[in-house]
């Protein structure tokens, strides 16, 4: 009975997620950008929890108090980016649209990405939920050459994953599965390829290092150090910012090569320090932008732990 309902709740995502892209699809560019903001906040009025992590998160981050004009001014904007974000990710399954965002979209730091690719290096890159960051398989299509990550499935909703899931290969991922993905992972850097990695959100105990994120250390994922460690191919921050909806900024930042000689764990560490402070002033540049219903700072290592 439970498989029965699991699969008709699918079903019903699945259908749902396809009506709301016709009907975004349907709408002039405007509105259904006013409708994606306006649907995430009754979502916000609705659910309580993701608000007060929103609250929660703004207060260890920012000092904003939960009731201060300033947070409140804050959540709003951020309401508005992840409404554009639910309505450009809606759009993005009309191919019309895909190449729209694609035509507008900008990059600085291009320059980086072409050197590496001059020495027939592979790359890792990083990035973080900013901006509209489902938008970055694009690259893939600029630097002609596949770009390779590890996605993890939306649980118990395998038709509606499979239905993102094609849209993001057709903009330009090369999609792994999770199992066994550090070593694919590692044999397409030493075999030139370019792998991209999401870094900013809780990681499970196995898999965590403790790192500094806004004055707190919190479980963070050092793949990216590691990897680029094990396969000597750089670790190359990317960032995407909303210039206003349908536009977007891709920064590229500088390459940053891991060093394979000294002490593995003191290295990693350092590096991935490195990287959330990366991320951290990516944020603080225009807050509204991260993805700040994650619950990123639910587990904090108290100053005296040392596990």
Same mark, same amino acid.
């Given at each position: 009975?439970?498989?029965?309902?699991?699969?008709?709740?699918?079903?019903?995502?699945?259908?749902?997620?396809?009506?709301?892209?016709?009907?975004?699809?349907?709408?002039?560019?405007?509105?259904?950008?006013?409708?994606?903001?306006?649907?995430?906040?009754?979502?916000?009025?609705?659910?309580?929890?993701?608000?007060?992590?929103?609250?929660?998160?703004?207060?260890?981050?920012?000092?904003?108090?939960?009731?201060?004009?300033?947070? @409140?001014?804050?959540?709003?904007?951020?309401?508005?980016?992840?409404?554009?974000?639910?309505?450009?990710?809606?759009?993005?399954?009309?191919?019309?649209?895909?190449?729209?965002?694609?035509?507008?979209?900008?990059?600085?730091?291009?320059?980086?990405?072409?050197?590496?690719?001059?020495?027939?290096?592979?790359?890792?890159?990083?990035?973080?939920?900013?901006?509209?960051?489902?938008?970055?398989?694009?690259?893939?299509?600029? #630097?002609?050459?596949?770009?390779?990550?590890?996605?993890?499935?939306?649980?118990?909703?395998?038709?509606?994953?499979?239905?993102?899931?094609?849209?993001?290969?057709?903009?330009?991922?090369?999609?792994?599965?999770?199992?066994?993905?550090?070593?694919?992972?590692?044999?397409?850097?030493?075999?030139?390829?370019?792998?991209?990695?999401?870094?900013?959100?809780?990681?499970?105990?196995?898999?965590?290092?403790?790192?500094?994120?806004?004055?707190?250390?919190?479980?963070?994922?050092?793949?990216?150090?590691? @990897?680029?460690?094990?396969?000597?191919?750089?670790? #190359?921050?990317?960032?995407?910012?909303?210039?206003?909806?349908?536009?977007?900024?891709?920064? #590229?930042?500088?390459?940053?090569?891991?060093?394979?000689?000294?002490?593995?764990?003191?290295?990693?560490?350092?590096?991935?320090?490195?990287?959330?402070?990366?991320?951290?002033?990516?944020?603080?540049?225009?807050?509204?932008?991260?993805?700040?219903?994650?619950?990123?700072?639910?587990?904090?290592?108290?100053?005296?732990?040392?596990?």
């Amino acid at each position: 009975m439970l498989k029965l309902l699991t699969d008709l709740s699918d079903r019903a995502s699945l259908g749902a997620f396809k009506t709301a892209s016709t009907l975004f699809n349907l709408l002039p560019v405007a509105d259904a950008h006013k409708l994606g903001h306006q649907l995430v906040r009754l979502w916000l009025t609705c659910d309580r929890k993701h608000r007060q992590i929103i609250e929660k998160n703004l207060e260890i981050a920012l000092q904003l108090k939960p009731a201060s004009p300033e947070s @409140l001014r804050l959540q709003n904007e951020i309401a508005q980016q992840l409404g554009y974000n639910l309505c450009e990710l809606l759009l993005l399954q009309n191919p019309a649209y895909r190449r729209l965002l694609q035509h507008n979209l900008e990059v600085t730091g291009l320059e980086h990405l072409h050197l590496i690719q001059a020495e027939e290096s592979g790359a890792i890159l990083v990035s973080a939920h900013y901006g509209n960051w489902e938008l970055s398989g694009f690259f893939s299509k600029i #630097i002609m050459k596949p770009i390779a990550g590890v996605a993890k499935p939306i649980k118990n909703k395998p038709r509606l994953y499979a239905a993102i899931k094609k849209t993001r290969e057709e903009m330009g991922f090369t999609l792994l599965d999770k199992k066994g993905s550090a070593g694919a992972l590692v044999r397409r850097l030493r075999k030139g390829g370019i792998i991209a990695m999401l870094i900013d959100q809780r990681v499970r105990k196995r898999y965590r290092i403790w790192a500094p994120f806004f004055g707190h250390q919190v479980a963070t994922i050092p793949s990216p150090a590691v @990897l680029g460690r094990l396969s000597g191919c750089p670790v #190359i921050p990317i960032f995407s910012t909303r210039i206003r909806p349908l536009h977007h900024r891709f920064t #590229i930042k500088e390459p940053i090569f891991i060093p394979k000689t000294g002490d593995s764990r003191e290295i990693v560490a350092e590096y991935t320090e490195l990287l959330n402070h990366l991320i951290e002033e990516q944020i603080r540049s225009d807050p509204a932008q991260w993805f700040w219903p994650h619950d990123r700072w639910r587990k904090i290592k108290p100053p005296d732990s040392t596990s």
